[in-house]
């Protein structure tokens, strides 16, 4: 069953036509990652799906619902999670507060304690740093920041956009390995990644993204001995 659909979706910036026309769907309990180079239109489709971009046309479902034109603060209620690209942590505020920030569409204090214990156990480095300036964290912590507060709303789906960008080889193994561990629990994944070999070594199906259109989809582990593919996105 599909918890998300995009139908025909079509994005401008201005007079550039940025997503023409892509449709695609994340069943539940699946990762489904989108590669492609740098201006692709990956990061847009992200914002998109997730209210922080309205479309000139098309729709979006989430969970049976048309969110098409519902803006990102009210999906967060509704289940669906963005880890951004930059990790946009607040830098003044400590791991504790930035935690706590994600679970501002909840009301029981009883269950937003019980998360954070489990958020905490995920995370033993934010528990240990938790009266810490997130600024003040190296840049693999602060994407475990980035993802432990969007575990603090209890997504259906998590929406992530560039999880290992600019971390050491050691952080980005770390990273898929939380990305794998969240999908044990039940969460879809939706993985935007500059490391297409990471990103297909974890996902169920996989879209390649080419100039604001999808050139190539299907079983992940189809598209990693896809020739084009391999010229393209997994060269050393």
Do not use: C, W
């Not at 204090?109 to 480095?125: G, S």
Request: charged share 20%; glycine share 8%.
């Amino acid at each position: 069953m599909a918890l998300l659909e995009v139908k025909d979706l079509h994005v401008f910036y201005g007079m550039i036509h940025a997503i023409k026309g892509i449709s695609f769907e994340v069943n539940q309990g699946e990762i489904v990652t989108l590669i492609g180079a740098n201006g692709a239109g990956k990061t847009t489709t992200l914002q998109t799906v997730t209210g922080l971009i309205t479309p000139r046309s098309g729709e979006i479902f989430y969970d049976g619902t048309n969110i098409t034109r519902v803006p990102g603060h009210q999906l967060v209620s509704r289940g669906l999670a963005h880890v951004p690209e930059g990790r946009r942590v607040f830098a003044q505020l400590t791991v504790h507060q930035n935690l706590m920030l994600g679970a501002f569409t909840r009301s029981s204090k009883e269950e937003i304690a019980r998360t954070l214990e489990e958020v905490n156990h995920r995370f033993p480095r934010l528990a240990e740093r938790k009266d810490q300036l997130a600024g003040t964290l190296s840049g693999g912590e602060q994407q475990m920041l980035a993802m432990g507060r969007a575990l603090m709303s209890r997504p259906k789906m998590i929406v992530m956009d560039e999880p290992s960008m600019g971390l050491s080889p050691i952080y980005v193994n770390e990273i898929f390995d939380i990305i794998r561990s969240i999908h044990e629990t039940g969460t879809t994944v939706l993985l935007v990644e500059q490391n297409a070999k990471k990103a297909l070594s974890i996902a169920d199906r996989a879209y390649v993204l080419e100039t604001g259109t999808i050139s190539l989809s299907g079983p992940a582990a189809d598209l990693m001995n896809d020739p084009k593919v391999k010229s393209a996105y997994l060269s050393e």
